[in-house]
């Protein structure tokens, strides 16, 4: 059939279904149940998960009798502050921090996403990217569902809204098991937090204790903040309902063949102070940089962080190499994230603010750059460049994971497969391209070996092409035509 042939609603279907499979959204999920100053909590909470997302943040609360809900673009310090927490009451909260690409720079995609349903109230808060989004978007939408947003989270309040299951438990584990993808998520009713992780396992999603309270976080470094004990990390495929202080554990999806726990949450998205899985994030990346020094020694005088990114590997690369280590390059943590920016132009500029070299160190001098991945290219283009503009006589990229050949479909942020260097170029390629006199990424093998230490399995596919579900390899999409909101008070 050609392409004028489609109707309408056909050409609609197939640009969402496009868009669906390019959202990629990167967020930071918190929950709490039975706690007086339960969205004080969520807010300390999701401040020390902001790195897991800058562009929104959002928390709902509960008395049990009535539910509150704020979220707003920006920063969590910056959109909550004392009033505003004041105006969250009870004792149950979810909180959410996101950011994302394609078409969801919007304040209707702010999460936690709540409706009501004739079960009654219910918030859910997701981190992850579900791959058939689209098809069940399409499906209800074809049988008179209206979405009021266009992220792939929507569907899972959708499909709960509908479910002829009894109880609102029943209901959110038939909406999960029609979802395929990635899913850490917490949700809140009336009376309960209940937290959820799909049965691959993409995504961390811990446990905590805090003055007989429960907690539920991304990050193990939200518990520290707050001072909650951790209990455990939820398991892949695993339910906890959480009701009158009282954990109950269901395990009802077919469990995955292998745990497909994100690698990358280690080499680069988590904190390095966070344990995922009972490993700590910082030595795992040291021993990335030790590996790495292993695997493409060179003679020379400086082992360099791009800060902070490179930083934990860069120290295991000094440590193995016997080359000193110093932060010739100082970030100005005052700008916000790079990648985060959405407009390219943006992008080059926000490099340039954000790292500056020290010229005394650098003069004459042999320089080993370490950062932990490359994406598009740009950070390391004009890091490069502003070594030899400071003097160095050498410059040697070091990359502590091995080439981004392939996007995420599972909630990290990446860009197309056309938009990655490593998918565009060769190993020396990327080289000339960078401007470094040699450069040298992590091998595959060298990630595995240093896995070894992870007691589960992992998914690597952004580096292996092997993806654990299975994903529709299209373009970009094209710009879906919908209504922009304007926002009140935007900057
Ligand atoms: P590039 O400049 O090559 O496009 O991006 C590479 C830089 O972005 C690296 O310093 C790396 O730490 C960071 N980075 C890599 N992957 C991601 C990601 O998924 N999200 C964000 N926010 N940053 C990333
Ligand atoms: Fe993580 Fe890469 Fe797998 Fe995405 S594709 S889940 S970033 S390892
Ligand atoms: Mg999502």
């Given at each position: 059939m050609s392409r004028d042939l489609l109707t309408l609603a056909d050409q609609q279907a197939l640009l969402r279904e496009r868009e669906a499979d390019h959202f990629h959204d990167e967020c930071g999920i918190f929950g709490v149940h039975g706690h007086p100053e339960a969205a004080n909590i969520t807010y300390l909470g999701l401040y020390a998960l902001q790195h897991r997302g800058q562009e929104s943040c959002g928390i709902v609360s509960s008395t049990g009798r009535e539910q509150f809900v704020h979220r707003a673009m920006g920063l969590v310090a910056d959109v909550f502050g004392e009033k505003t927490l004041e105006k969250l009451p009870g004792r149950h909260a979810i909180g959410h921090v996101r950011y994302s690409t394609a078409g969801g720079s919007?304040?209707?995609?702010?999460?936690?996403f709540y409706a009501t349903t004739d079960g009654g109230p219910v918030a859910i808060a997701h981190n992850g990217n579900l791959v058939n989004a689209n098809t069940i978007r399409r499906e209800l939408e074809g049988r008179g569902a209206i979405f009021?947003?266009?992220?792939?989270?929507e569907v899972i309040v959708q499909l709960l809204a509908r479910s002829?299951?009894?109880?609102l438990e029943e209901r959110l584990i038939d909406s999960l098991s029609r979802v395929k993808g990635a899913f850490s998520l917490v949700v809140l009713t009336r009376d309960a937090l209940i937290a959820a992780r799909d049965p691959h396992g993409f995504r961390p999603l811990s446990l905590g204790r805090l003055d007989g309270a429960w907690v539920a976080a991304s990050e193990t470094c939200a518990l520290d903040l707050i001072g909650a004990e951790h209990e455990r990390d939820l398991d892949p495929g695993e339910v906890v309902v959480i009701r009158r202080g009282r954990l109950r554990t269901l395990r009802p999806f077919t469990p995955a063949p292998k745990e497909n726990f994100c690698i990358f949450e280690y080499i680069?998205?988590?904190?390095?102070d966070s344990n995922l899985n009972g490993q700590n994030v910082y030595s795992y990346r040291k021993e990335l940089g030790r590996m790495l020094a292993r695997e493409h020694p060179v003679a020379a005088d400086l082992v360099v962080p791009v800060l902070d990114s490179g930083n934990t590997a860069a120290l295991g690369f000094a440590e193995e190499s016997g080359i000193p280590y110093e932060q010739a390059m100082i970030r100005?943590?005052?700008?916000?994230?790079?990648?985060?920016?959405?407009?390219q132009s943006i992008r080059h500029f926000g490099v340039k603010v954000k790292h500056n070299a020290v010229r005394g160190l650098l003069q004459g001098k042999r320089v080993i750059l370490v950062d932990d991945s490359i994406v598009r290219g740009t950070t390391l283009i004009k890091l490069v460049s502003m070594l030899r503009q400071a003097g160095a006589r050498e410059v040697h990229a070091r990359i502590s994971?091995?080439?981004?050949?392939g996007p995420c479909y599972y909630g990290i942020d990446t860009p197309t497969r056309e938009e990655l260097i490593a998918n565009q170029h060769s190993v020396d390629g990327i080289r000339e391209i960078i401007g470094a006199d040699t450069i040298g990424y992590l091998s595959l093998e060298g990630l595995h070996n240093v896995s070894k230490s992870l007691k589960h399995g992992y998914c690597d596919a952004c580096f292996?092409?092997?993806?654990?579900i299975p994903v529709s390899r299209e373009g970009p999409p094209p710009q879906l035509s919908l209504f922009r909101e304007i926002e009140e008070g935007g900057s």
């Open positions: 919007h304040l209707r995609n702010a999460q936690p009021s947003t266009t992220a792939d989270s002829r299951e009894q109880t680069y998205f988590a904190r390095p100005n943590h005052y700008v916000r994230r790079t990648f985060i920016e959405p407009a994971s091995p080439p981004t050949i292996s092409d092997n993806y654990p």
